[in-house]
């Protein structure tokens, strides 16, 4: 086991390499990316993941709460801001929850049902916990380090924006709003993720421990749609 560091660009390499594990891969997914998936497990999909989209925020403030750096907080606290929306100085932005809660009527499903929880499988909830309790007690730079997830998800997103429109023509275009944000948002809020990583975790032994942080979150996205594919079934 090497003690020396990896240069940041090599740190950087290692930490991409491990989008081999992200949940583009998952079954469930590429049976959503596919359009082999039913109007029920698409629903499903949707008001399941409304769980993790709702934890979001929570975790953010929880980095918040941790870190005594003001510079960092008043980057990361935009990503509270992208999800709960606000209004500031005039300017109004629903925000990404209430844009979830719309791709969740455009399949179909009812404002209510979505954000009343009740078709959220106890395995995509103790994901979702896992994630939001890693936030609150471990050192703010590692939480900063577990949304790392973000370096793959703008390609996630625009799979969506590509295949959805043909495969499920049934889902009104507005739906698929939120993923349209998540493209540019996934991406300035990875610049941020990187510099923080790549500066903190400078020695062997942190950036060894970074990659675990890493696959422990790519994990809670993994075990989600494992939860969601016992419940609804993946269509091969
Ligand atoms: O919509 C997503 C989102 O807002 C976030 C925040 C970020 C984090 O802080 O961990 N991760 C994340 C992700 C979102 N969407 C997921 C998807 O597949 O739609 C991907 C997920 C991620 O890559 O971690």
Known sequence: ?????????????????????????????????????????????????????????????????????????????????????????????????????????????????????????????????????????APWQEAVCSSLTELFAPEIHKQRLATWPEHYPWIESGGLQYFRNRVSQARRDVEQGLRVTLDHFNTAALQRRALDILKFKLDVLWAMNDAMATRYGVTA
């Open 1 to 137: 086991m090497s003690h020396t560091a990896w240069t940041p660009t090599e740190f950087e390499a290692r930490l991409r390499e491990q989008g081999k594990a992200y949940h583009i891969h998952h079954p469930f997914n590429v049976m959503l990316n596919t359009g082999k998936a039913s109007r029920e497990q698409i629903q499903g999909w949707v008001a399941n993941r409304y769980a993790y989209q709702i934890a979001i925020p929570v975790k953010d403030a929880a980095v918040l709460s941790n870190c005594p750096d003001r510079d960092v907080r008043r980057e990361w606290i935009q990503r509270i801001l992208d999800h709960d929306g606000f209004e500031l100085g005039g300017v109004r932005d629903e925000g990404g929850i209430e844009a979830w809660i719309r791709l969740g009527e455009a399949t179909g499903l009812t404002r209510e049902e979505v954000v009343d929880g009740r078709h959220i499988t106890p395995g995509v909830q103790f994901a979702v916990d896992a994630y939001v309790n890693f936030a609150r007690r």
